[in-house]
């Protein structure tokens, strides 16, 4: 009984381990590095509010946009065998619709930011809808399709605020980008927190969990059982599409102004990145949300102790590609299955020593 | 033993997760010998195989080739020591040629001229009478034939030990004569054949000598012809099978006319030209004919697998639309697809998951089966099919053949259907099993559940199936009931002595 439990905990566990392991040895190397650099404190921002500060808060409020993306992306790369390589450009798009929409009312009140963020959230569906379809009805490529948006999306993004770069401000978007006032938590871990919900709820009221697997591992099959592959497919995008919205939202807020050039740039090759360190497989298929978003904390992380150990901006890059190849390395097929064996010889060995014990 | 022994297994072990697939195995196999290598679905025949070609690392024991200790680490150790492997699944690349197929990973330098190849693969597929050209796609050659490329590729590889893996679940009979003509070539140029098989007859046929193995272990090794086909089977599935020939006694009480359940008429779509047809309830009726003759095509048409182009079709005198796989479902129709690894298993997903996806599927998306629901559906049916498998959380991908066989049936036993169309549901399965499914076939029937089901084997249809309909060049040439069931009547149709 207790054998089997272990079992599934393990295999439940596993894919799991090399994100996990990754952010131990991170706060490990940190804490030898310097103990104080998790200490986390109270201080006030401008606004005089009494809000959690510390490098850990920095990390796990900086991934956010990160981590979004990651959830959104997870489902795509499940469904479609594939990554949308857009989600940067797309998110410019919805970020440049989102100031837009505010700029053109007279004032900047709680009504007209929900209504910006709806507005934001449509567009970025609809060209989730455009790279879905390219991918599920005319079957191209995943990475191909979305070529297109990625090139030309912060052109487009130009284009919604005639080129300039617009700076909105009011406390609601503070509020959203930094501190809600009373809240000592950044409410960009909120809204994490907030969709992360969302999508356990969305795998528990409808099977689309079960669905978008059997697609990505299976796609005749699938269609074989009645799912509507195409369907499947085209809705990853959609969804996904709204994780570009938020976090083209939340980059916006932060920052109190959109620039179509710089707003969340490059960020598709951390996404990416993200699902593939937690452990989901980039060729679709099963997935487990959660890995994508510890894989998010474990790159930004990553990036915020080479900064914190003074590595000069240029090169953190080059360090970071080391530490990541290490990851995927450790994580490759090889090495889990050398791994694997090693671990069952260990305890065929313990077996026959218990057995011999038995015996005598 | 006065023949020279090629290759001794000695004490073979192989463990998986939660199962111990080889317990101690001995296998012996000399030259110029066909040797039958043959076990009950799960009984560790492929994991043997696999553990002989490199793909599993065993866990114990010892393999010799002529004498000489070899150690084998992966497939290209195998190839090494002369062991060349034809599998179940046909394993080379649709989407190159069919020289580029044979001569692939073999060539010795970088600069191999083109046309060299694909003269020198002419000359071998014309040698064998393989009916394919060197510059042909793979992919575009019908199964049957890309299974005789991965033969002639073995063939041309000089190997000593040939392992032909279910060679012939998917030649028909004349192909298979060619396969056998091509066998005994092999052995008197004094090559060593393992031959995994469930065809008894052609075990009978070809083979000198036969390896049982069951439940991992070694049952043992007999020279064919001291071995009556009885006895096998009985050593094969560990009891005695009077069962066998009881089965399909009640032919008599078939002679009943409940109501027709479906009805199609001029119904074809973008693979089957069209047809008629129609099944009563409780009703099992069979498509038969040689590959490619239309019989599965005709069923995907039913089901909505491939695009339906035109023709009518009534369900309980109704008419109905049935243009996709989920329309068919929501009328009560499911269907196991004759390619069990590419149409019907999603590999990865565990035996709960698969079991419960048709059932899902029609409950459509916004209605999920709880954890707990699905887990006592996939209990359940792991116990009613009997399913061996470590756990109902175990991959399927993980399961033998005819486990995965019963997981997909179980999936559609699950929705409750009243129209089950098995498309070759025996294929590549053992005797137990598949006397196990054929016997679930007839008690559907009794609970009025209608059947169609398709085999490449007539002996099989003809104990299950109360009326079949016969296919020739994609048209049905005959129907036959009561009587005329019977062997004989079923080649003269497919052979055209009537239409």
Not at chain 1, 146 to 163: E, V
Not at chain 1, 283 to 310: D, E, H, P, R
Not at chain 2, 454 to 473: A, F, N
Request: with cysteine.
């Amino acid at each position: 009984m207790k054998k089997n439990g272990k079992k599934a905990f393990l295999s439940g566990f596993g894919q799991l381990t090399i994100p996990l392991i990754a952010i131990a040895l991170l706060v490990v190397f940190n804490l030898i590095r310097d103990p104080g650099f998790f200490s986390i404190g109270i201080s006030h921002n401008n606004n005089g509010n009494p809000v959690l500060s510390g490098n850990i808060i920095g990390i796990i409020n900086g991934a956010s946009e990160l981590a979004v993306l990651a959830m959104g992306m997870t489902l795509v790369t499940a469904a479609c065998g594939g990554q949308d390589i857009s989600v940067g450009a797309a998110a410019a798009i919805a970020g440049s619709v989102f100031v837009k929409v505010l700029k053109s009312g007279s004032a900047i009140n709680a009504g007209t930011v929900i209504l910006a963020f709806v507005m934001a959230c449509i567009v970025a569906m609809l060209f989730g809808t455009f790279n879905g379809t390219l991918v599920a009805v005319f079957k191209i490529q995943p990475m191909i399709a979305t070529l297109i948006l990625y090139t030309c999306g912060r052109s487009i993004a130009y284009w919604i605020n005639g080129g300039a770069t617009p700076t909105v401000s009011s406390p609601i978007l503070s509020g959203i980008g930094s501190f809600i006032p009373g809240v000592p938590i950044p409410t960009p871990v909120l809204i994490v927190v907030a969709m992360a919900i969302l999508f356990k709820l969305l795998f528990h009221f409808t099977a689309l969990g079960l669905f978008t697997q059997s697609v990505g591992i299976n796609g005749s099959a699938a269609r074989l059982n009645g799912i509507n592959a195409t369907f499947i497919k085209l809705l990853s995008f959609i969804i996904l599409g709204v994780c570009v919205a938020v976090s083209g939202c939340i980059g916006v807020s932060r920052l109190g102004l959109i620039n179509h050039e710089t707003l969340l740039i490059d960020i598709e090759m951390d996404t990416i990145l993200a699902v593939a360190i937690g452990g989901n497989s980039l060729g679709g298929g099963k997935f487990k949300l959660s890995g994508s978003i510890i894989g998010a904390y474990v790159i930004q992380m990553l990036t915020i102790t080479l900064y914190a150990m003074k590595v000069p901006s240029t090169d953190v890059k080059a360090y970071k590609a080391i530490v990541i190849v290490l990851l995927v390395v450790i994580g490759s097929p090889v090495i889990k299955e050398r791994f694997g064996r090693w671990i069952s010889r260990l305890a065929e060995r313990r077996r026959k020593v218990s057995a011999k014990g038995a015996e005598e | 033993m006065q023949e020279e022994s090629l290759l001794t297994m000695r004490r073979i072990d192989k463990r998986f997760p939660g199962v111990l697939a080889l317990n101690g195995v001995d296998f012996t196999l000399r030259k110029g010998e066909i040797h039958a290598l043959m076990g009950e679905n799960g009984a560790g025949k492929s994991t043997l195989i696999k553990v002989l070609t490199g793909v599993y690392q065993m866990d114990g024991g010892e393999i010799r080739v002529e004498g000489e200790k070899v150690s084998i680490h992966s497939p290209q150790d195998a190839q090494n020591a002369g062991i060349s492997t034809v599998y179940q699944e046909i394993t080379l690349c649709p989407n190159l040629t069919v020289a580029e197929n044979m001569f692939i990973g073999r060539s010795r330098g970088a600069w191999v001229r083109q046309n060299k190849l694909e003269e020198r693969a002419d000359e071998i597929l014309t040698k064998l009478g393989i009916p394919a050209r060197s510059t042909q796609l793979l992919g575009s050659c019908s199964l049957a034939v890309q299974q005789m490329v991965a033969i002639a590729r073995a063939v041309d590889m000089q190997c000593k030990v040939l392992i032909l893996d279910e060679p012939t679940s998917s030649l028909d009979d004349k192909e298979v004569k060619q396969l056998f003509d091509l066998m005994r070539d092999l052995k008197k140029q004094d090559v060593g054949i393992i031959f995994v098989t469930h065809f008894l007859d052609q075990v009978y046929e070809v083979s000198d000598r036969i390896t049982v193995l069951r439940n991992g272990e070694l049952v043992g090794e007999y020279l064919t012809e001291e071995l009556p086909q009885l006895q096998l089977v009985s050593k094969m599935i560990g009891k005695e099978l009077e069962e066998l020939s009881n089965l399909g006694d009640s032919e008599e009480e078939k002679i009943m006319q409940p109501e027709v359940f479906y009805e199609a008429e001029g119904l074809s779509s973008t693979e089957a030209l069209p047809f008629d047809f129609s099944i009563r309830k409780g009703e099992v009726n069979g498509f038969t004919g040689l590959l490619g003759s239309g019989r599965s095509e005709s069923v995907r048409a039913i089901f909505g697998a491939d695009k339906v182009t035109g023709g009518t079709v009534k369900i309980n005198g109704k008419p109905v639309k049935i243009q996709r796989p989920i329309d068919a479902m929501k009328h009560g129709i499911g269907y196991l697809a004759e390619d069990r690894k590419r149409d019907g298993i999603i590999a990865e997903l565990s035996v709960r998951e698969n079991i419960i996806l048709a059932l899902q599927v029609m409950n459509g998306m916004w209605r999920p089966i709880s954890r707990s629901e699905s887990e006592s559906f996939a209990d359940e049916y792991i116990k009613v099919l009997n399913i061996k498998t470590a756990s109902r959380e175990t991959p399927v991908g993980s399961l033998s053949g005819g486990n995965q066989q019963k997981v997909i049936l179980a999936r559609w036993l699950l929705t409750h259907p009243d129209y089950l169309i098995l498309d070759e549901p025996t294929r590549g399965i053992d005797v137990g099993t598949k006397l196990e499914i054929q016997k679930l076939v007839l008690k559907l029937a009794e609970e009025g559940v209608s059947v169609t089901f398709i085999s490449s084997e007539v002996e099989e249809m003809l104990r299950t199936c109360s009326r079949l309909i016969v296919m020739r060049d994609r048209h049905a040439v005959g129907e036959l009931t009561g009587k005329d069931l019977n062997q004989t009547q079923v080649m003269k149709t497919i052979a055209g002595g009537e239409s």
